[in-house]
């Protein structure tokens, strides 16, 4: 007898056996299948419990991150407001004493005084 005749007389043997081990072993194996599929189940739940934990860690990480870099923000630009008002001030008090072109000619000649000085 060739191979699959032997595999079709071993299929066949099974429902000449008692009906009582037949039904013990079908459900012996299911048990098993269910078994192995519950704890692949279990598995799979706690690799994504793993991933959500991770995940939710580094959501807080960059959430508190944002968030100092918000606060650093605002310190720069209310220290940019600040400059500017002194930058206007600074700007309109030298524009009522002298020009700008003056205060050019006048840094440069204080310049090549002290370099001479020197």
């Given at each position: ?47 994504y ?7 939710k ?18 310190t ?22 002298s ?15 002290a370099?001479?000085?020197?």
């Amino acid at each position: 007898m060739n191979k699959p005749q032997l595999q079709l007389m071993k299929k066949k043997k099974v429902f000449f056996k008692s009906p009582v081990e037949t039904v013990v072993n079908c459900i012996s194996h299911i048990s098993q299948v269910w078994m192995l599929q519950e704890g692949q189940v279990e598995l799979l739940a706690s690799f994504y419990k793993h991933s959500t934990s991770r995940a939710k860690g580094a959501l807080q990480k960059a959430h508190q991150k944002l968030t100092i870099q918000e606060k650093e923000l605002e310190t720069i630009r209310k220290e940019n407001r600040e400059l500017k008002k002194k930058y206007l001030s600074l700007k309109g008090s030298s524009l009522h004493f002298s020009h700008p072109q003056d205060k050019c000619l006048q840094s440069t000649a204080l310049y090549g005084e002290a370099k001479s000085e020197g």
